[in-house]
């Protein structure tokens, strides 16, 4: 049974930082791809970063360069998504989310992804 699920988000002042997990199980990460997505009230889901295989990302959200990384442990099933110099305009509910099959490319597309966690809300605000 496929399964993600994120954790980390809160209430963060702004310039500060946060790292939020997708616990994941019922797949490997090896083969995988596993995203980032946010929404914003009113706004529609946005791709924000991608992993897949060992060490390719893919950034889509072009306002998050440079402050966000995203990263894996294959051994504890769990993606990252590091969250540096926090700005208002992040305040989200962010979602992993995995590809549709195996070896299927990163994308910022939602409908490219199958699985999806219940989401963690991040809100910056001073």
């Known amino acids: 049974q496929v399964q993600l699920v994120e954790s980390g988000g809160g209430l963060v002042q702004p310039g500060g930082s946060l790292r939020l997990s997708c616990a994941t199980s019922?797949?490997?990460?090896?083969?995988?791809?596993v995203g980032w997505f946010r929404q914003a009230p009113g706004k529609e889901r946005e791709g924000v970063l991608c992993?897949?295989?060992?060490?390719?990302?893919?950034y889509y959200a072009e306002s998050v360069k440079g402050r966000f990384t995203i990263s894996k442990d294959g051994a504890k099933n769990t993606v990252y998504l590091q969250m540096n110099s926090l700005k208002p305009e992040d305040t989200a509910i962010y979602y992993c989310?995995?590809?549709?099959?195996?070896?299927?490319?990163?994308?910022?597309?939602?409908?490219?992804?199958?699985?999806w966690g219940q989401g963690t809300q991040v809100t910056v605000s001073s």
């Open positions: 992993i897949r295989g060992s060490r390719s990302t893919t």
């Open positions: 989310a995995r590809v549709r099959s195996a070896f299927a490319p990163c994308s910022h597309l939602p409908n490219d992804f199958s699985f």
């Open positions: 019922g797949f490997t990460l090896d083969y995988y791809g």
